[in-house]
């Protein structure tokens, strides 16, 4: 089996979580793509606006769309409130499935900062990676971590995939009522009028 996990705050999961998603599973031959909210990010400012469970119900529904996607808690806060580091994720996601072939999907803008990543040698053995970035871009070494030869064919390119939405700008237009049906997938948005996710932001 083909699994990638695909980490992120999700706050909300949007359409182009899913084309990346989709373009990944059909380049990569992917069995399952595992949409992961993240609990506490050690490398990110702030915290999300969503709470974990109702980022990882609007995951589920935004995997709806492909039965290669599923929802994954493996992210979820640790209970003694430390940050959750991916390098522990993959560690898990290898003991549960020793025999996959497992990959880490990620944007480029993260990769390139794999050098301030926990154990980045570790990531790196645990699973293959799938890089993410606009047609065109050149798969730059991670600033301050130059790769082995052995590391770097273990990296992988995707560039077909051009879908720059902004989760801040989506959360602000969502906050002002906006409907947003051409950013989210329709179980999405409606869970979110349904609850009024987002209003309060106003």
Not at 40 to 61: C, I, N
Not at 186 to 191: C, D, L, S
Request: proline content about 6%.
């Amino acid at each position: 089996m083909r699994v990638a996990f695909f980490g992120g705050t999700f706050d909300p999961p949007h359409r182009g979580h899913v084309a990346i998603a989709q373009a990944a599973a059909d380049a990569f031959e992917l069995d399952r793509v595992l949409f992961a909210p993240a609990g506490r990010q050690p490398l990110k400012d702030g915290h999300a606006t969503l709470d974990f469970g109702d980022r990882l119900a609007l995951s589920t529904m935004a995997c709806a769309s492909d039965e290669r996607f599923a929802a994954s808690a493996l992210d979820a806060p640790r209970e003694d409130g430390q940050p959750n580091y991916t390098v522990d994720v993959l560690t898990e996601l290898r003991r549960q499935m020793p025999d996959a072939t497992i990959f880490n999907l990620v944007g480029a803008d993260s990769f390139n900062d794999l050098g301030r990543w926990r154990e980045p040698a570790e990531l790196l053995r645990l699973a293959e990676w799938i890089v993410v970035s606009r047609p065109g871009h050149v798969l730059d070494e991670p600033e301050g971590y130059p790769l082995t030869a052995g590391q770097r064919a273990r990296v992988h390119l995707l560039d077909a995939v051009h879908l720059d939405i902004s989760a801040t700008e989506l959360r602000a237009r969502l906050a002002a009522g906006e409907l947003c049906d051409d950013l989210l997938t329709a179980p999405v948005a409606g869970f979110i009028r349904a609850h009024g996710f987002y209003r309060h932001e106003l």
